[in-house]
């Protein structure tokens, strides 16, 4: 059974950084990609960064480019998000998400593409 396990969230002032992780389980020869979600309250759930089964392919929201770095690291099966220069706006609860590629070496953006979900961490940013 595939498991994820999102881990780093607190809380920061404004201009600081956190580094996530999400360890996964349960699948082999990492033929996955990832993606980091991100939902605030009442508010609709947000691609934040995606990268591909090898890690060679990525993808960042608008809102978060050239301040956040996805990567993972296939021989310990965890995937990093490093948040830098944290704004309020960043607030909200952070998912990692897995979908099943075969190998193929694709970056995949909109949520009804990934099957498994993790339980969330929460990372909130004060003023």
């Known amino acids: 059974q595939v498991q994820l396990v999102e881990s780093g969230g607190g809380l920061v002032q404004a201009g600081e950084s956190l580094t996530l992780s999400c360890a996964v389980s349960g699948l082999t020869f990492n033929s996955y990609a990832v993606a980091w979600f991100r939902q605030a309250p009442g508010k609709e759930r947000d691609i934040v960064a995606s990268?591909?089964?090898?890690?060679?392919?990525?993808y960042y929201a608008d809102s978060v480019k050239g301040r956040f770095t996805i990567s993972r690291d296939n021989a310990k099966n965890t995937i990093y998000l490093q948040m830098n220069t944290l704004k309020p706006e960043d607030t909200a609860v952070y998912y990692c998400?897995?979908?099943?590629?075969?190998?193929?070496?694709?970056?995949?953006?909109?949520?009804?593409?990934?099957?498994?979900w993790g339980q969330g961490t929460q990372v909130t940013v004060s003023s």
């Open positions: 990268i591909s089964w090898s890690g060679g392919n990525t």
């Open positions: 998400a897995t979908k099943i590629t075969y190998f193929s070496d694709t970056v995949y953006y909109t949520a009804n593409d990934f099957g498994s």
